[in-house]
């Protein structure tokens, strides 16, 4: 029975490490005064300050980081570099 269990644990683990794949958050960083799209969930502590989703697609995070009051607003040749570095 423990072995089942442990098993099923395991799967469990997997699994939602699986999902979070292609996942994007949206991060408040204190260094850097802006607001960055990353692809991991953030760790809150230090300069990053928030966090929030995830969202399912980079558009969706773009679109969210619009709408999030603490998040400067984005040039648009900075939201050009941001595309062209992934």
Excluded: H, Q
């Excluded at 644990?9 to 794949?21: F, I, N, Q, V, Y």
């Excluded at 230090?46 to 040039?75: E, H, Q």
């Amino acid at each position: 029975m423990k072995r089942l269990i442990f098993a099923g644990a395991l799967l469990l683990a997997s699994a939602t490490a699986g999902l979070a794949d292609g996942l994007f958050w949206v991060v408040g960083n204190r260094a850097t005064g802006k607001c960055d799209i990353v692809t991991s969930n953030p760790v809150i502590a230090g300069d990053i300050w928030f966090g929030d989703g995830p969202y399912k697609s980079k558009a969706d995070a773009k679109l969210a980081r619009s709408t999030i009051r603490a998040c400067p607003a984005v040039n648009p040749d900075d939201e050009k570099d941001e595309d062209s570095a992934n």
